[in-house]
């Protein structure tokens, strides 16, 4: 324990002893998650994660492919290091895309990363890696935590983690607030040397994936083979007009069996 964590447990404890009403109407929700022990890493056991896993799969090669491109096309001129991972509708894979192209970064040497969950109506990075989301990106908005108490140390590479936090009634609402841009580009701000990757809603069904766009310096937009039309695809691309669309990942493009496996090939294409 370091001498700040210290003497901040010795503080609550004198906290506790003075006012000891204040931790009964706390409420559960505000309990901070801690990180994991320093040295040990989060064990990943989803089988969807594949950059964490055997990376010499050609699913994690996909990634690492996805990976390269995303670097070479933030680090052109200046650093644009808030990107936004999404979809025109559900079920089309955004997140998984998300936490592997984070894993990936995460990994390497040169890169710090920060995914941050941002779905707040069906949040999931936290199931896929297997932690608890109790202090997150709701209490950050809502209840003035500051991000630096809510942030997850993963103990994969330099990855850390932001879940969405509780449930909220109306996400966009929230989500059109100032106080929402004003808090990613103080993220932003805050953390200039490392990607911040935002998991986000889908475009087409809900509003608030729309606010955030105009803040992050590029998109990710994942399409399912099979999933979405071309149609909800060309409206998609509409809803993101004056944004920086990245690239597209192309999932399940290709789905076979070889030597028992299957494989997702992923393609992605700049505009």
Same mark, same amino acid.
């Given at each position: 324990?370091?001498?700040? &964590?210290?003497?901040?447990?010795?503080?609550?404890?004198?906290?506790?002893?003075?006012?000891?009403?204040?931790?009964?109407?706390?409420? %559960?929700?505000?309990?901070?998650?801690?990180?994991?022990?320093?040295?040990?890493?989060?064990?990943?056991?989803? +089988?969807?994660?594949?950059?964490?896993?055997?990376?010499?799969?050609?699913?994690?090669?996909? *990634?690492?492919?996805?990976?390269?491109?995303?670097?070479?096309?933030?680090?052109?001129?200046?650093?644009?290091?808030? @990107?936004?991972?999404?979809?025109?509708?559900?079920?089309?894979?955004?997140?998984?895309?998300?936490?592997?192209?984070?894993?990936?970064?995460? +990994?390497?040497?040169?890169?710090?990363?920060?995914?941050?969950?941002?779905?707040?109506?069906?949040?999931?990075?936290?199931? =896929?890696?297997? !932690? &608890?989301?109790?202090?997150?990106?709701?209490?950050?908005? @809502?209840?003035?935590?500051?991000?630096?108490?809510?942030? !997850?140390?993963?103990? !994969?590479?330099?990855?850390?983690?932001?879940?969405?936090?509780?449930?909220?009634?109306?996400?966009?609402?929230?989500?059109?607030? +100032?106080?929402?841009? &004003?808090?990613?580009?103080?993220?932003?701000?805050?953390?200039?040397?490392?990607? !911040?990757?935002?998991?986000? %809603? %889908?475009? @087409?069904?809900?509003?608030?994936?729309?606010?955030?766009?105009?803040?992050?310096?590029?998109?990710?937009?994942?399409?399912?083979?099979?999933?979405?039309?071309?149609?909800?695809?060309?409206?998609?691309?509409?809803?993101?007009?004056?944004?920086?669309?990245?690239?597209?990942? =192309?999932? &399940?493009?290709?789905?076979?069996?070889?030597?028992?496996?299957? *494989? =997702?090939?992923?393609? *992605?294409?700049?505009?």
């Amino acid at each position: 324990m370091s001498r700040i &964590e210290e003497a901040l447990e010795k503080a609550e404890k004198l906290r506790n002893s003075m006012f000891p009403m204040a931790d009964e109407k706390k409420k %559960p929700h505000m309990q901070h998650v801690p990180p994991p022990v320093a040295g040990a890493a989060l064990k990943v056991t989803n +089988q969807l994660l594949v950059s964490a896993g055997d990376l010499n799969t050609p699913a994690a090669e996909e *990634y690492r492919k996805l990976k390269s491109a995303i670097v070479r096309l933030t680090k052109s001129d200046s650093f644009s290091n808030m @990107l936004m991972v999404t979809s025109s509708i559900g079920s089309e894979g955004k997140s998984i895309t998300a936490l592997n192209l984070a894993l990936s970064m995460a +990994q390497e040497f040169d890169h710090t990363v920060l995914l941050v969950d941002a779905d707040l109506r069906k949040p999931s990075i936290h199931t =896929y890696l297997g !932690i &608890e989301n109790k202090v997150g990106l709701t209490e950050c908005l @809502l209840d003035g935590v500051d991000v630096k108490d809510a942030i !997850i140390r993963t103990g !994969i590479g330099k990855l850390s983690l932001l879940t969405a936090g509780r449930e909220v009634r109306n996400p966009a609402e929230v989500f059109s607030s +100032q106080r929402v841009k &004003e808090f990613f580009l103080e993220l932003k701000n805050r953390y200039p040397d490392r990607y !911040i990757i935002i998991d986000t %809603p %889908p475009v @087409l069904p809900f509003a608030e994936t729309r606010s955030l766009s105009s803040v992050v310096d590029g998109v990710v937009l994942v399409v399912k083979e099979g999933e979405v039309s071309l149609k909800k695809i060309s409206e998609t691309m509409d809803c993101l007009k004056g944004t920086s669309l990245l690239g597209v990942v =192309y999932n &399940e493009a290709a789905k076979y069996h070889s030597d028992s496996h299957l *494989y =997702y090939r992923q393609s *992605y294409a700049n505009p």
